[in-house]
């Protein structure tokens, strides 16, 4: 059971770079989100996708945009990296955003470095 | 009023140790408040959860006790060992919302 995985693992970037962050899930899942990690801030949500079609920002949006390519997958993409957004990026999902007592699954993070 | 305020940002507990997690909240239509786990190197996963129609949740050494006229919560860790030290996140997620809010997390330390 792979859960929610994601990819690169590790990337330095330069600024005004530009980058994909993919991440699929296998839990049939409608919903999937993306947060970024940065110390003192605790989990900021980006971007979500409530279910397969739609999308919708997050606290954070700027700077990113995302894909929800298929049910399974949903991309997020740094169009000019800034050193602002060297985070630690998390993909998760659950089953249904709006449902009580929603559980959140996360992947193992990607750590980034924009330089 | 969408906010999760989590204290103390950082706790070292000796092991046998109780450490205790606080959160606060302010909107009232939360109806959901899970608290995550998360190990070096990992992503955050769920913990225990409660809702606000009972005051108490216990599973293994980890409770959650909920005040409600309080808006407060708080994750006590019974007998800690040096396992558990990892990040402490609290979060509220209300029916019929997208989102679940976190709290900014809290770094537990059990010394052996």
């Known amino acids: 059971n792979a859960g929610v995985t994601q990819t690169p693992k590790f990337q330095v970037l330069k600024t005004g770079q530009s980058m994909t962050l993919q991440c699929a899930q296998d839990?049939?899942?409608?919903?999937m989100y993306w947060y970024r990690q940065d110390p003192g801030m605790g989990l900021r949500l980006i971007y979500y996708?409530?279910?397969?079609?739609?999308?919708d920002k997050g606290e954070v949006p700027n700077g990113y945009n995302v894909s929800r390519l298929n049910k399974r997958e949903f991309s997020l993409r740094l169009e000019s990296a800034a050193p602002s957004q060297t985070s630690v990026y998390f993909c998760?999902?659950?089953?249904?955003?709006?449902?009580?007592?929603?559980?959140?699954?996360f992947g193992e993070g990607s750590w980034l470095t924009v330089v | 009023q969408q906010q999760v305020k989590q204290s103390p940002q950082s706790l070292i507990v000796q092991k046998g140790g109780i450490p205790i997690i606080n959160c606060a909240y302010e909107n009232t239509a939360f109806d959901y408040f899970p608290w995550y786990q998360q190990f070096p190197g990992k992503g955050p996963a769920l913990l225990i959860a409660?809702?606000?129609?009972?005051s108490e949740k216990k599973e293994g050494r980890f409770t959650i006790s909920f005040n409600k006229s309080a808006k407060q919560f708080s994750l006590h860790i019974m007998d800690s060992q040096p396992g558990d030290s990892a990040t402490y996140f609290c979060?509220?997620?209300?029916?019929?919302?997208?989102?679940?809010?976190f709290g900014a997390g809290t770094r537990l330390f059990v010394k052996a």
């Open positions: 998760a999902s659950s089953e249904a955003a709006r449902v009580s007592g929603n559980t959140i699954y």
């Open positions: 409660i809702r606000p129609d009972v």
């Open positions: 839990m049939n899942h409608n919903s």
């Open positions: 996708s409530a279910s397969e079609g739609t999308t």
């Open positions: 979060a509220a997620h209300n029916t019929g919302g997208f989102k679940t809010i």
